[in-house]
């Protein structure tokens, strides 16, 4: 993103402070945020068959999917991507809201077990030049999205596509185990003081 901003508002930080999470969330944000693609981003972006994409404008709040044959999403610069629009329901909640507010946030993930997910953040402009719509077959728009990317713990992701729910997921009579995330070198020691992980 051009302009960076902070990554928490006093909203998220009263939360953290509630429950001793600001060390983790500064730690996370020190190690997971980034504005550029991680090779593992990359792979997951090219190769995604949809996402999820949430955008807003005073009260109107919307979250839609966008769907495609893998490719759909291009990575056009660093920090950079565009997906075009198909013809759809001449509702144009998605656009309508991004042609007052570009502030988006998407979600690419794969329910295959592997547990991945990018988070982004984002600044989108509609484009409908002849060049960006020439990069994308059957698009009647472009959105181009600067992305302040971030990946966090995958542990509530199900692996749909064996069926199986995640082993992580609280539930009566069970203990999920320890994400492999909390053990790692720069979270361990600043875990907040009740986590059951912590030692």
Not at 9 to 18: I, S, V
Request: charged fraction near 30%; glycine fraction near 8%; proline fraction near 8%.
């Amino acid at each position: 993103m051009t302009e960076p901003r902070p990554f928490y508002h006093d909203g998220m930080r009263a939360l953290q402070d509630r429950f001793d999470g600001r060390r983790v969330a500064d730690r996370l944000a020190e190690r997971r945020r980034r504005y550029d693609f991680w090779d593992e981003d990359r792979a997951l972006i090219e190769a995604a068959p949809f996402f999820f994409i949430a955008t807003s404008y005073g009260e109107y709040v919307d979250c839609s999917m966008r769907s495609g044959v893998p490719g759909f999403v291009k990575i056009v610069g660093p920090g950079v991507l565009e997906f075009p629009e198909y013809d759809g329901n001449s509702m144009y909640r998605t656009l309508g809201n991004i042609a007052r507010n570009p502030s988006v946030g998407l979600l690419f993930v794969k329910f295959d077990g592997k547990s991945y997910r990018i988070r982004v953040n984002g600044r989108a402009t509609i484009l409908d030049d002849a060049a960006s719509l020439a990069r994308h077959h059957g698009a009647k728009l472009v959105v181009r999205v600067e992305c302040e990317l971030y990946s966090n713990c995958p542990r509530a992701v199900h692996d749909l596509e064996h069926g199986e729910l995640s082993a992580y997921m609280p539930r009566p009579g069970y203990e999920p185990p320890a994400p492999e995330w909390k053990s790692r070198d720069y979270i361990r020691d600043v875990l907040p003081g009740g986590d059951p992980h912590r030692t």
